[in-house]
């Protein structure tokens, strides 16, 4: 029995859309979290962390 991920009137290039867009999401996922690990941990802001100082805001009306 064959495994079905994606069905339509496509038929067997189903599969074949459904699998290759899930090798492009997770290669793109790859590239990004490759690139984050290469970023100095200076340029990461921890979460709790904020730079915005007053001159940067305004008040509202």
Do not use: K, N, Y
């Amino acid at each position: 029995m064959p495994v079905i991920l994606a069905h339509g009137a496509l038929g067997p290039f189903d599969e074949i859309i459904f699998l290759s867009i899930a090798v492009v999401f997770l290669a793109m996922m790859g590239v990004s979290w490759v690139r984050s690990q290469q970023l100095p941990d200076e340029d990461l802001e921890a979460p709790g962390e904020c730079r915005e100082t007053d001159a940067d805001r305004f008040e509202l009306e």
